[in-house]
């Protein structure tokens, strides 16, 4: 009796969690939607990419504060056509953030390896193909989970090979992920890593990289890692209904232990933003003017970030690191002043 009074407290905390978590994310992801609209100077193809893991993770948000919020659950959960959707909405969100959180960090490291054969190359013409792909698979894996959905007073999942097939190609599309990312660090730090220590030496490399983008895109690679080895064991589990049936009648505690997963997923969406948008010089200014004009201290926030408008649009300097531009010498009587890659 004891053990089943500390699962349902348990429980009630991790849907407390999922709740505010989602409501945190849903609220970020949609002040970060309105910010991106007001960057001017962005890359298309990388606002692009931005935007969509925004829409996911917003609708994520959502989806899990909708159905984990106390008062809203009854009527959330006890209807048959609103159990498909909520299935269907939440893996879809949830696929479609693992592919374009995969994307984006696949960007940055090219844009750091190639640099200008990257850039030449990538044009919002093949951006929106990458993205439709995605979506579309992510789409597919939604409806394929909602199909094996049956609703007899809650939301039960029952066996299908549909589920079994398409979570083994995830689970080894995840591996995968994994792997080329430890590779992608580590031929990162074997090309850079003696200059990543002296900003010095690091200008002196004839691509021009800043130390702080090279430690930004080992940071994301290790993040994108994490997240990933976080989200296997879940979707492992969930892949095989019976077992997960059989582990939680034996185990109370598995029920609880899977919502985790789902925090993980919400905690993803607040971090992204942090790993792939404020590292933008615009998107920082944005952030800055869209605060209340209120007391003294956002009074000198605004005065700031206008000011740095005003120099960002002016002299054409932008970089995803925390200085704008980098000053190089005059090479055959260019003028001393160059602008950052764009990446």
């Excluded at 298309?44 to 504060?65: R, Y």
């Excluded at 080992?218 to 059989?246: N, W």
């Amino acid at each position: 009796m004891t053990l089943n009074n500390k699962t349902v407290a348990d429980d009630r905390v991790m849907d407390q969690t999922l709740s505010s978590i989602g409501l945190l994310s849903f609220g970020e992801n949609l002040y970060l939607f309105i910010i991106l609209q007001r960057c001017k100077r962005l890359p298309l193809q990388i606002k692009l990419l931005i935007l969509s893991i925004t829409v996911s993770d917003s609708v994520l948000g959502a989806n899990c504060f909708l159905l984990y919020c106390r008062p809203l659950t009854d009527y959330f959960l006890r209807q048959d056509m609103l159990c498909w959707i909520r299935q269907s909405v939440f893996w879809t969100t949830v696929m479609a953030s693992i592919f374009l959180m995969t994307l984006l960090s696949l960007d940055r490291c090219l844009s750091l390896t190639l640099v200008m054969k990257y850039q030449s190359r990538i044009d919002v013409w093949i951006t929106s193909l990458v993205l439709v792909i995605v979506w579309t698979l992510a789409i597919i894996f939604g409806i394929s989970k909602s199909a094996d959905v049956n609703f007899v007073g809650n939301c039960v999942q029952t066996d299908g090979w549909s589920t079994h097939i398409m979570y083994s190609g995830i689970a080894a599309l995840c591996f995968s992920i994994i792997l080329s990312s430890f590779f992608v660090i580590c031929c990162i730090l074997k090309r850079y890593g003696p200059s990543v220590i002296s900003i010095t030496d690091l200008m002196k490399e004839s691509h021009h990289i800043v130390a702080a983008e090279v430690r930004a895109v080992v940071r994301m690679h290790l993040i994108t890692i994490v997240f990933l080895l976080c989200y296997i064991p879940g979707i492992v589990c969930t892949s095989v209904p019976d077992v997960l049936l059989d582990l939680g009648n034996k185990y109370p505690s598995v029920v609880t232990s899977l919502k985790s997963m789902k925090v993980l997923f919400l905690i993803n969406g607040i971090l992204n933003p942090f790993l792939y948008v404020w590292r933008f010089k615009e998107c920082s200014i944005n952030a800055r003017l869209l605060l209340p004009s209120w007391g003294d201290w956002c009074r000198s926030l605004h005065e700031e970030a206008t000011r740095e408008r005003v120099y960002l649009y002016a002299s054409y300097l932008e970089s995803p690191t925390t200085s704008s531009s980098y000053i190089r010498a005059p090479e055959n009587g260019e003028s001393g002043i160059q602008s950052a890659m764009d990446i």
